[in-house]
């Protein structure tokens, strides 16, 4: 049987059931499914009894400015607030995966108004290798990896 994988919440809801109770019959007898706090921490009593007799791992846990990929729908999320973070490493787990670099940055253009990728006359770029800002005079001629500053319909000064 393979090792379970657990959030950080669970995994440190066990310690603390291990330090409390020193057998594995007794840790499920008298464990509730939720901590001191009254937060939830199993869902199923399986996943606590396979845990403690298989072992477990850490899930991959996401931290605040991840892009995550709903998998139901097709949009991409950046985890901007801590609640956010907190209802992605728990109960919106298994609705969600890491957003590639590629749905992060189409996702990103496409809630400024543009196709992705698309650069118009008058955006700021910055040059990626050497750290130069410049506007854009012609798209076509763009060449080199650059990272959008600012929008031409966003700048102030024009």
Same mark, same amino acid.
């Given at each position: ?34 901590? @001191? ?53 728990? +109960?919106?787990?298994?609705? +969600?995966? @890491? ?60």
């Amino acid at each position: 049987m393979e090792k379970v994988k657990l959030t950080k919440e669970q995994a440190e809801r066990i310690e603390e059931l291990r330090e409390k109770h020193k057998s594995n019959f007794m840790i499920i007898r008298n464990a509730s499914f939720t901590d @001191p706090r009254g937060k939830v921490t199993f869902d199923d009593p399986d996943q606590l009894v396979k845990a403690l007799y298989f072992g477990y791992e850490i899930k991959e846990q996401y931290k605040k400015g991840d892009w995550v990929k709903l998998k139901d729908r097709n949009e991409a999320i950046k985890l901007r607030y801590d609640w956010m973070v907190d209802q992605a490493n728990g +109960i919106h787990y298994e609705r +969600i995966r @890491p957003a590639t670099d590629e749905e992060a940055s189409a996702e990103w253009f496409k809630r400024h108004g543009r196709e992705h990728l698309e650069i118009k006359k008058g955006d700021i770029l910055k040059r990626v290798s050497t750290g130069f800002i410049f506007e854009v005079t012609d798209p076509d001629t763009l060449t080199g990896y650059c990272k959008v500053v600012c929008f031409a319909e966003d700048r102030k000064d024009i």
